[in-house]
């Protein structure tokens, strides 16, 4: 029997590791009754799989049996893979052991659709349901959504989980009739507009009862595939920016599509676009920590983001007007927007001139990259560099300049690229 | 000019900041008694701990300073690095003198510099939390070892007694030589005469409950399968988790079957 659990966990682990999230913070579950674990606060990074990314929860498959077909999945219909299930107790039970251990901080609960959308997301309620009640398991749980889902079930998913999550994969919908067959925008929509709704709802019903229980505390999050359609970064970074005005969405991840599949409703891919799904990243920070405007960063002029330098760097070499930017007066906002320096850095900043005026010592000191700064600030009137470079001048000297370390990866991706155009 | 010498706990780094302040005399180094060089040319005071004085200096500072900023003194502490008491009296000093609080004040050194050795023993603690992994044993101990690169098992107790309330536990630091245990209402400080584990951290098989092996084996399967080799990037997987980590870590071990 053992032996069964090891194959199954080989094969449902293998199908969901495609799906990016494995965040485990934001959470305010305490252990009240003397139960097993908590989820307050950030959440931690057991491990790093060989590719870098952080290994958070234990992600796996309920079942990988799907009666759908997306092109871009590999648990679709037609592939020809090992399918498995898993029963509701071995599920409950590799939970339970893995966090004993210390090895995870909870489950990501996800399926392929078997039979129907209801009865699939009914398991998965019943497993949740399972782990709080009868376990009192106060660990991260992330359930995601079945496209179709009743919303009484969503109801009560809510009601075990820290978070939910529908992935829209393909960034519009045009890609979505192509690669998803038996999936369309109102099915995955809908799930999510209950869902914000719910969460709005239930923050009004503990603003007047604290006792009320909470739903899905942990907010939720969507998916979007990039590079498996046509859709350019301006289309992706506005549904984004969207999403997150209109669902209230805690985050949206982007997959840089992996060629897992030779199914041949898709692009050919020489390689996942690695480099592109971080400059998508970094806009979306810009958005959500930064202040920046999806139109600043993207527009028709500017369909694609830079993939040789950051988002950033882009928006302030395409606006010279506003800077440079001097350290000791401006404001807050206008830090914010200066190449090489992030959120922390110009809090420091903001906090330590009120006790003295900062040399470019101190900033270097305070963990400023000065390498990109240097263009676009002063301090106390002086300036870094000699004179007023152009645009190109500024671009070509941190890309090409002094100290500049470019990885291998970008120059491996941009070399691909340039084959590819 | 004297150097100050201390028994290396926090009260003693305390009672020697008060002692310098009564004797009206600059320190040019703080140091453990174990660490006095003889023969400097500057006196020597041995400083004796003594908790009331050390009191006064922690109560004083949380007049000046906010009381997360003072946590981050003691947490700076912990890294045990030979400079670490000697900025610490200077921010006292600073925090003593000034009427506004310093703890922003970036642009000063030791403000600056505490803050970052502050950051770093976060870290640790924080990798700890992440990268601790429990052995059961048969009769339901939950074991593991430890061994950081600062001394953060104080801080990471909290964490560990929340989180597992309900199973014994214990983390045993062999770098420093002692653990925490607790027993299903309590943390304790506890020493072992002789290291139970091995190398690796393993616990011998006889006294391993009768599945703790297949839930390690469980564990690396997992830890196999959700990688996705086409995405394979090395560099950033070593920045994440630094090879000295590796040593106590199950998914790490040579596979088991």
């Known amino acids: 029997m053992n032996d069964k659990v090891q194959e199954k966990l080989k094969i449902l682990a293998d199908a969901a590791k495609y799906d990016v999230s494995c965040s485990s913070s934001g959470g305010k579950r305490k252990n009240q009754n003397k139960g097993l674990g908590n989820a307050e606060g950030m959440g931690i990074c057991h491990s790093y799989t060989e590719d870098g990314r952080c290994v958070s929860l234990l992600k796996i498959l309920l079942t990988n049996y799907c009666i759908f077909d997306c092109a871009y999945c590999v648990t679709r219909r037609s592939n020809d893979i090992k399918r498995a299930a898993f029963t509701i107790d071995e599920v409950v039970n590799l939970t339970l052991n893995f966090y004993r251990r210390n090895y995870i901080e909870g489950l990501f609960l996800s399926s392929g659709i078997f039979k129907d959308s209801d009865y699939t997301m009914e398991r998965l309620v019943r497993i949740a349901k399972k782990l709080r009640q009868e376990h009192k398991f106060n660990g991260y749980i992330h359930l995601k959504t079945i496209p179709g889902a009743s919303e009484d079930l969503i109801k009560e998913a809510g009601l075990y989980a820290d978070r939910l999550s529908v992935n829209i994969e393909l960034p519009s919908e045009l890609s979505l009739k192509a690669l998803a067959p038996e999936k369309n925008y109102p099915q995955i929509l809908q799930p999510m507009g209950a869902i914000s709704r719910e969460l709005v709802q239930n923050k009004e019903e503990r603003k007047l009862f604290k006792m009320a229980p909470a739903f899905a505390p942990a907010g939720q999050s969507t998916q979007l595939i990039v590079g498996a359609s046509a859709e350019n970064d301006q289309q992706i970074l506005h549904l984004s920016s969207q999403l997150y005005q209109d669902y209230n969405l805690k985050r949206v991840y982007y997959s840089g599509y992996v060629p897992i599949s030779d199914d041949n409703r898709l692009p050919v891919l020489a390689a996942t676009p690695v480099i592109r799904e971080n400059r998508i990243y970094q806009a979306d920070w810009l958005l959500r920590f930064y202040g920046f405007g999806v139109q600043e960063l993207v527009n028709d002029f500017y369909p694609n983001l830079d993939l040789e330098i950051d988002p950033k760097l882009a928006w302030a070499l395409r606006n010279l007007h506003f800077f440079p930017v001097e350290i000791n007066q401006a404001d807050y906002e206008l830090i914010l927007r200066i190449p090489g320096i992030g959120v922390k850095s110009a809090k420091k900043i903001v906090a330590a001139r009120r006790f003295t005026h900062l040399t470019f010592d101190h900033l270097h000191k305070i963990g400023v990259v000065l390498k990109r700064a240097k263009y676009f600030i002063t301090c106390r009137g002086q300036s870094l560099v000699q004179k007023d470079f152009s645009e190109e001048v500024i671009r070509r000297k941190i890309i090409f300049g002094e100290n500049s370390v470019r990885s291998a990866l970008v120059k491996q991706q941009l070399d691909l690229f340039q084959q590819a155009g | ?257």
């Open chain 2, 1 to 257: 000019m004297s150097v100050f010498s201390y028994d290396g706990t926090f009260e003693g780094l305390l009672t020697a900041i008060f002692e310098i302040y009564e004797r009206q005399e600059e320190p040019v180094a703080i140091v453990r008694y174990a660490d006095v060089q003889p023969g400097l040319f500057s006196p020597i005071i041995e400083v004796i701990t003594d908790l009331v004085k050390a009191e006064r200096v922690w109560v004083g500072l949380g007049k000046k300073v906010s009381h997360a900023a003072r946590t981050h003194l003691y947490k700076a502490f912990l890294a045990e690095q030979p400079r670490v008491p000697l900025l610490i009296y200077q921010y006292a000093r600073l925090a003593f003198a000034s009427t506004q609080s310093i703890e922003e004040n970036f642009a000063t050194d030791c403000v600056r510099e505490l803050a970052q050795i502050n950051k770093q023993v976060f870290r640790e603690s924080h990798r700890m939390e992440a990268f601790i992994r429990f052995q059961k044993t048969a009769d339901d101990l939950f074991y593991a070892t430890i061994a950081p690169d600062f001394n953060v098992l104080p801080i990471i107790s909290g964490h560990f007694e929340k989180r597992y309330a309900d199973q014994r536990w214990l983390i045993y630091d062999t770098k420093r030589h002692f653990g925490l245990y607790y027993d299903l209402e309590k943390v304790a400080q506890i020493c072992l005469d002789e290291e139970v584990a091995d190398r690796s951290g393993r616990l011998p098989a006889n006294i391993l409950e009768h599945q703790e092996t297949l839930y390690q084996q469980l564990w690396q399967t997992y830890f196999h399968h959700i990688n996705i080799p086409e995405r394979k990037n090395r560099k950033l997987h070593l920045r994440h988790i630094p090879l000295r980590y590796w040593k106590y870590l199950t998914e790490k071990q040579p596979r088991l079957s």
